[in-house]
């Protein structure tokens, strides 16, 4: 480039030479050599852009890693490119200036006017390469060596270097308790709230009834710590022997079935631990100490998995059932997805909802999608979806608001996106009084649908107006990200105003986000999960609560009874 220009000047002196002859020789000179050093700072300076150039495009790559902080940072980076196109822009006006310098006769005014733009360029590169530091700084603080939350982190995998660098040392011990640990094993109580007798009706030996007074006064007994009121309620059980005068034998009284588990807890206080789990969010070693504190019952945190273990292997067939009624029978449900981890890998929990039932899902790839989707699905347009067969698709426009708003954010003169949103909200308004119908009864759907159409016509027509962007790679010519935007709701319009036209699809897929919205929470409070089979018991319980509050029906008496009873709740049979 610097030498085309040269060229370009020369001919510029040669042409302009027969108006300059009154001109000294000397004078000339200096104005030769003047402008050849001109043009050799202007080509170090455009060096050093080039340079900062390169840092930019290292930066983006970074940015692109972290999709949560991906808009902030994209914004500054804009702006910078923004900057250096401009500067780039002034430099070359500066580079031209020179030789049209030469044919201007008015010597004094050339020099201080070049210190002035080489100044400037100077400011804005220092300028330039404070708001990069700065930005590398931040994108640099993670958990690990600042006081952001880990929540914070996103799910990109950490390095390497910053995994194994926890400041606190390793014990050397196992997991769990250690050896010589003094558990808490339930000591019965010698004076329990209510006392079961159970004799035996039949001997087991000759199969005689055994009614009478045969009673031997040896029985073995087990206490069942549940809740009662809102208090401890300690249930014992006393299993007594009989003599039979058939046979001579002894029978003694089986246990009913749910004295026999091995967890001696009863149903109420199971369903409490489960929601304390599954509702509120609680980590186990907080489950823990609030028995401990409030009800006096000290388990382990070993016990308290078992028993939403042993819950959620229960409730296990009403949630096929209300999968199979989401995903199969519901005309439209929402769907989104977030990742968490189990024992530090990255899993998926997907989510499958309608206004009154919902269903979570864990699979370690992001796209193992629910089996046997149907009907219309909602969700913010993650490619995936599109991969289903048979379905119809509306998409999010709470995401396309939020987009477009990163559009008006960017680039303030990329008016589109403004008047889009205005579109957008006014649709939404309109569905809300009209609930939706044929654009053949509602003319007012034929205006908007064509002012959609408008808008987007004249946004990508100003983006291909533009010049394309420089990139470093080939390959595809890469678009700025209104126009990948504005081509994305050209193309998906049915997808996107589907609200409109179907009075059940909703404006927004915040049915389903709201309904992960508790897993973020979770996070931040309970950190990862240990297990895989601990994440999938927690997606059951999950189900099962969420779809309760979504009926408003009583949380404990739900998660307390059999499948059968929830089914019937659930009006699932
Ligand atoms: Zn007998």
């Known amino acids: 480039m610097g030498v085309s220009l040269k060229v370009k000047s020369d001919d510029s002196v040669e042409n302009t030479q027969p108006c300059r002859s009154h001109l000294f020789e000397s004078d000339k000179q ?4 003047r402008f050849d050093d001109l043009c050799d700072e202007l080509t170090k300076l455009r ?36 900057k250096l196109s401009q500067n780039e822009r002034r430099d070359q006006e500066v580079s031209q200036e020179p030789s049209s310098k030469k044919s201007n006769e008015s010597q004094g005014c050339s020099e201080p006017q070049k210190d002035d733009a080489t100044n400037q360029a100077d400011e804005e590169i ?4 404070q708001a990069l530091d700065e930005a590398n700084r931040r994108l640099k603080q993670n958990s690990s060596n600042s006081s952001k939350p880990p929540s914070s982190d996103g799910l990109a995998k950490k390095p390497a270097a910053d995994r194994n660098r926890s400041l606190r040392e390793k014990s050397g011990k196992k997991p769990g308790g ?8 339930c000591q019965p109580r010698t004076d329990p709230d209510q006392i079961d007798d159970h004799f035996p009706d039949t001997c087991r030996h000759c199969g005689s009834k055994l009614d009478g007074d045969d009673v031997t006064g040896n029985h073995s007994s087990r206490q069942i710590i549940d809740l009662k009121d809102g208090k401890v309620h300690v249930i014992e059980h006393r299993a007594f022997e009989r003599h039979c005068s058939c ?56 016990t308290v998995t078992a028993m939403c273990r042993k819950t959620a292997q229960r409730l296990e067939p009403v949630v096929e059932k ?3 009624k989401v995903c199969r029978d519901s005309k439209v449900k929402n769907l989104d997805e977030t990742g968490f981890r189990v024992n530090g890998r990255l899993h998926w929990l997907h989510v499958v909802a309608t206004r009154r039932l919902t269903v979570y899902r864990i699979s370690e790839k992001r796209g193992e999608m629910f089996p046997k989707l149907g009907g219309c699905l909602v969700h913010d347009h993650w490619k995936p979806y599109y991969k289903v067969e048979g379905v119809k698709h509306a998409l999010c426009n709470a995401h396309h608001l939020r987009e477009l708003q990163l559009v008006s954010d960017l680039n303030p003169e990329e008016k589109w996106a403004g008047r889009m949103q205005q579109l957008l909200c006014r649709m939404n308004r309109w569905k809300k009084k009209k609930k939706g119908g044929d654009p053949d009864n509602f003319p007012e759907l034929r205006g908007m649908s064509e002012e959609y159409d408008r808008i987007l016509d004249q946004a990508i027509q100003h983006y291909e107006s533009l010049p394309p962007l420089n990139q470093k790679s080939r390959g595809k010519q890469k678009k700025r990200k209104g126009h990948n935007l504005a081509v994305r709701l050209q193309e998906y319009k049915e997808d996107t105003s589907r609200f409109l036209t179907d009075p059940e699809v909703p404006f927004t897929n915040n049915q389903a986000e709201n309904d992960l919205r508790m897993m973020k929470v979770r996070q931040k409070i309970s950190g990862c ?10 997606a059951v319980l999950r189900s099962i609560v969420n779809t309760a509050k979504k009926q408003s029906l009583d949380l404990v008496k739900t998660v307390m009874s059999s499948p059968d009873q929830m089914l019937a709740k659930f009006e699932l049979k």
Not at 59 to 77: K, P, S, V
């Open 47 to 82: 060096g050093q852009l080039a340079e900062r150039d390169e840092q930019l495009i290292k930066l983006r790559g970074q940015l692109a890693e972290r999709d949560e902080q991906l808009a902030e940072r994209d914004e500054q980076l804009a702006e910078l490119r923004h």
């Open 322 to 324: 209300l999968e199979q």
């Open 529 to 538: 999960f240990r297990t895989y089979q601990g994440a999938k018991d927690y």
């Open 30 to 33: 200096w104005y030769v050599s």
């Open 247 to 302: 046979c001579q034998e002894i029978t003694r009284a089986p246990y009913p079935e749910s004295v026999k588990a091995p967890v001696p807890y009863g149903p109420e206080l199971m369903a409490m631990v489960c929601i304390l789990h599954a509702e509120i969010q609680l980590p186990v070693n907080k489950i823990v100490r609030i028995l401990e504190l409030f009800l006096k019952i000290r388990i382990s945190e070993g």
């Open 178 to 185: 250690q050896a010589g640990h003094q558990g808490h094993t």
């Open 126 to 129: 220092a300028m330039l390469q």
